[in-house]
């Protein structure tokens, strides 16, 4: 019986962030999608179907240096940290290259060198956006299919959150530089208008503490369903992404969603939500002014792009990358 081992080793980093998300729906809608006579099996240091008997540190060393343990002929990586040759491997942006201001330099350093190599030594790359597939094309010499699988949305329903406020900007994500939320903070003082944050601290220091901010931290997904649901607007100001999730996800739970004119955001967007200028304090705060005065305006159109993305149809993307 054929085998796709999954590396799920991005589930057991500090800040799985958003690619724990996506490593975590995917898992589970390949083995739901599974082609007659599959298995579908998890691999990785801890918490997985197939234990890797290595330290975290060692394991990262050895992909890093294209040594990784022999996991069998077919192997998917959602992210670049195992770049195998012979595997599919999904590449999430291009941010090292576009926006290597917004990472450590030593982060900078170790995407660059992985995803290279995946662009040469791997089976196939999978990318979640049209734009992270030119970017790509743009920065890195590439010797491998690329495809284009955008990743899906996990509804999330819930009763309005009692504990917050009456109306509140809401953001969704890591808190780091170029999430853009430094600049929310500032936007949401000017509007007068609570700014609630969810997502847990990540690197460089960025400190969004605010009479008027509300840090909820690292959250279930039924508190995140809670919290959506009560928001008035979710606001997405980021200076670089490879798909934006989150945005989905506010547009399926009948939020309305305003985000930078980061190409990837615009793409998966389409015209469902309010596009302001990146870096622009004047443009995010007009857009989000104009979204509280009227917050109905985009929220069908919300829920139907939302509608378009599952992760079963991410799954059947990634198992033709395979057969």
Known sequence: MPELVVLTEQLN????????????????????????????TSAATARADRVIRLPRRALVALWERGLPPRLGPHVH???????????????????????????????VAWHRKVIARAAVQAKALVVPTQAVADQLTAHVRIDVPVHVVP????????????????????????IEPRKGFDLLVRATERLKVPLVVIGPQGWGGVDLR??????????????????LAGASVLAAPSLAEGFGLPVLEAMAAGV????????ALVEVAGDAGTVVRRGDLASLTEGLRSVLMDSHHTIEAGITRASEFTWEKTALGVWETHL
Do not use: C, I, M
Not at 151 to 174: E, I, Q, W
Not at 211 to 225: E, I, N, P, Q
């Open 210 to 227: 605010a009479a008027h901010v509300t840090l909820l931290g690292k959250v279930s997904d039924a508190r995140l369903a809670s919290v």
């Open 13 to 40: 980093a500090p800040v799985p962030g958003g690619t724990g998300r996506y490593t975590a729906e995917l898992l589970q809608a390949l083995k739901d999608t599974a082609p007659s006579g599959w298995s579908v």
């Open 256 to 263: 309305p969603v305003v985000h930078s004119d980061d190409p």
């Open 151 to 174: 990743n899906g949305v996990t509804p999330l329903k819930g009763a309005p959150a009692d504990d917050l406020f009456d109306r509140y900007v809401l953001a969704v994500g890591t």
């Open 77 to 107: 990586a959602p992210t670049p940290l195992a770049p195998l040759p012979g595997a599919v491997v999904t590449v999430h942006d291009v941010v090292p290259w576009t926006h290597p201001e917004t990472l450590t330099p030593r982060g």
